[in-house]
């Protein structure tokens, strides 16, 4: 059986966007013989309701304390003023499993386009019409798309996706568990050093 890495995470993640640039790299210094598997773990259901004010206060905090422990990560305040935010993520994770319907390729696409999308450029991917107009943008089919957001299968990939999140013991994101021919081993996650998830990943080995 082959190793195998899984990278949990949700597109709206906001850990997972500063840690992009470690697993960018840790990914580049893996070995051919690990296999990645990226799954979505769903961070927040579907809802209609506006944030509460202490939850949009919380979640600013969290960006700044994000930029201070991951320097050089950067978020768009403005997207608190401009927007009307909602703590609903499965969404955009469904954006991830519809886009990767198409083309295996766009699930790294479409979670680039949301991350960028909502902490870069202040676009709510909370909203079907943003992530639709996202999907266009990396060059998805958009009728497509449309027609899978919303899915029963779409939907139902996603509850199988977070219950196989569950199911190697994740309950918070982002998360890496390496798989050696059936040995699950919990990867510490490491913001800054990338060096440092490899050597783990070489001691398990």
């Known amino acids: ?12 993640c906001s850990w997972c966007w500063g840690f992009r640039p470690a697993l960018e ?9 690990i296999a990645v598997e990226r799954l979505l773990g ?5 809802s209609q309701q506006s944030m509460s004010a202490p939850m949009r206060e919380q979640l600013q905090q969290t960006w700044r304390r994000i930029q201070e422990r991951i320097p050089g990560t950067r ?6 003023t401009r927007r009307s935010p909602r703590r609903s993520t499965w969404p955009a994770c469904r ?24 902490y870069l450029d202040a676009r709510n ?16 089919d958009r009728t497509a798309f449309a027609r899978d957001l919303d899915a029963g299968e779409t939907h139902q990939a996603l509850e199988q996706e ?9 309950d918070s994101f982002p998360a890496l568990v390496l798989d050696c021919s059936g ?22 080995l």
Not at 2 to 9: C, D, F, P, S
Not at 42 to 46: C, E, I, Q, V
């Open 1 to 12: 059986m082959r190793n195998r890495l899984y990278y949990v995470h949700d597109p709206m």
């Open 25 to 33: 790299r840790l990914l580049a210094g893996l070995p051919p013989y």
């Open 42 to 46: 769903g961070l927040a259901p579907d």
């Open 75 to 80: 978020f768009n305040f403005d997207f608190w």
């Open 95 to 118: 954006a991830v499993i519809a886009a990767r319907r198409q083309d295996p390729a766009l699930d790294w696409a479409m979670t680039d386009a949301i991350q960028r999308a909502y």
């Open 125 to 140: 991917p909370s909203d079907a019409e943003t992530l639709i107009a996202l999907a266009g943008e990396i060059g998805a």
């Open 162 to 170: 977070m219950a196989r999140a569950r199911g190697l013991g994740v």
């Open 183 to 204: 040995s699950r081993s919990r990867i510490p996650v490491d913001y800054t050093d990338p060096e440092a998830m490899l050597e783990t990943i070489g001691l398990v």
